[in-house]
């Protein structure tokens, strides 16, 4: 129990801390983080929209290079992650130098030999390393996104 409670305020810190960082965007730097909240919700206003179909539920945040967040509530009968998100469409998969690695998320591709920028995993406040290997579990609070 007090396992769950300390996951879900370690979750809202870590959205907290996302949104803040969104605060300090140029176009942001004047407004409370309020407002910042309210302009990212103009940019995509479907937030927590649901995709997919199966037995097992998990919530996605998206956090785009521009600042924008957005929200999914992810149902697959995949037991792995990269698998459920592949599957739906929402990233693919690059095999380089570098190994295997996410190359877009929702559209957007990040190239880590042009511009130096990747996206991560995060499972709560933790970067995990092997999204094509991360299993899927409804108590996490799943994360993509371009670490500054």
Not at 83 to 95: C, F, K, Q, S
Not at 112 to 122: Q, R, T
């Amino acid at each position: 129990m007090q396992k769950t409670v300390i996951i879900k305020l370690l979750s809202l810190l870590f959205v907290l801390v996302l949104l803040v960082g969104c605060s300090s965007n140029q176009q942001y730097a004047d407004e409370p983080v309020s407002s910042a909240i309210s302009s990212t919700a103009t940019e995509y206003p479907k937030q927590n929209v649901k995709l997919g179909q199966g037995k097992y539920t998990f919530n996605l945040i998206i956090n785009h290079p521009e600042k924008m967040m957005k929200t999914y509530v992810i149902k697959t009968d995949k037991k792995i992650v990269g698998e459920a998100l592949v599957d739906l469409g929402l990233i693919t998969m690059g095999n380089d130098d570098y190994g295997l690695h996410i190359k877009s998320v929702d559209g957007v591709t990040l190239d880590a030999e042009k511009d130096g920028k990747v996206w991560f995993l995060f499972i709560d406040a933790n970067q995990v390393a092997a999204i094509m290997q991360t299993e899927v579990s409804a108590a996490e609070q799943y994360f993509l996104l371009q670490p500054q």
